[in-house]
């Protein structure tokens, strides 16, 4: 009987990783490499390699089982969960093809629980390059009140330029008390996390806007598929009206304008993220589910 041998995650794994990542039907951010070395610290994640998967867990509350990550579409999956869980186990963030797939295959022993908090929010890039429309008169004059205001120019950052990012960040998190916060404390330790390792994370995007040759604001994504970017984190400092409108449009209009969608990840169902996230009117979401699987 196979079993799985977990090891905390390392970052000399990430190309083999990317190899069957790439092979999934659909990609989600939070299985981007990226995404899973930036929270690794607080959810001390795990990873064994067993029939052909990379098989996740997050281990700072217990274990917390993900979905596999490799080519769902040729597996025995009635086998393989057999083999592996024959007692039954629950996976969270499963992707919905896979969900689809679990569903077809599995003969009434899986059950899905849709899991909202964790819907990735698709965007059109043009719809947010251009901000045409009445859905989008708020954005735009935010974003106009920046360019008219402010003496501001827009700069790609490579690793040559990370020490300005993580100035920035300590400014950001000094103005947010985040050690006193525990959600944006974890949040600038994985901002932190990937920057100092940036050299080892290859496909990392980067941009910023200055003024006055001043960092006010930042994003990092990456490419997730060949027309889809994901934006992994944005700060922009609030003192200066229509920042975040600002580097989300410019950047976009930088440096995705050959992606058609961007993906700004899931709103953790916290309710002021989820309003501000709608208010830029998603195209689709990447939904995900709660799987149970009964077991053989």
Known sequence: MPTLNFAPLEIGIRGDYALHFDKCAEKTSDYTFVN????????????AFSQGYFWPRVTSHGAD??????????????GTLSRLFPDGMVFNRVPESLARIWMERLDGRIELEEQRSEWEYVYSVEELITLGGNRFHKKKN????????????YRPVGG???????????????????????????????????????????????????????????????????????????????????????????????????????NREQDMGV????KAKQSYNPARF???????????
């Open 65 to 78: 089982y993900w979905a596999p990550v490799g080519d769902w579409e040729s597996a025995d999956w009635e």
């Open 286 to 296: 990447l939904k995900k589910y709660l799987a149970k699987w009964k077991g053989k």
């Open 160 to 262: 040559e330029g990370v020490e300005g990012i993580l100035d920035m960040q300590q400014i950001w998190c000094e103005w947010k008390n985040c050690d006193d916060t525990p959600g944006l404390k974890a949040e600038n330790q994985a901002i932190v996390r990937v920057l100092k390792n940036w050299d080892s994370l290859p496909g990392l995007m980067c941009g910023a806007l200055y003024v006055k040759d001043v960092m006010v604001a930042y994003t990092v994504g990456e490419p997730m598929t060949e027309d889809m970017s994901v934006i992994h984190f944005e700060k922009g400092l609030s003192d200066y009206k229509g920042v975040y409108q600002a580097i989300n449009q410019v950047f976009l209009e930088r440096s995705c304008s050959g992606f058609k969608w961007v």
């Open 271 to 274: 309710e002021g993220v989820r």
């Open 142 to 153: 935010l974003l106009r009140q920046f360019m008219r205001d402010y003496e501001w120019e």
């Open 36 to 47: 899973i070395w930036a929270w690794s610290d607080e959810r001390k994640y795990e990873f």
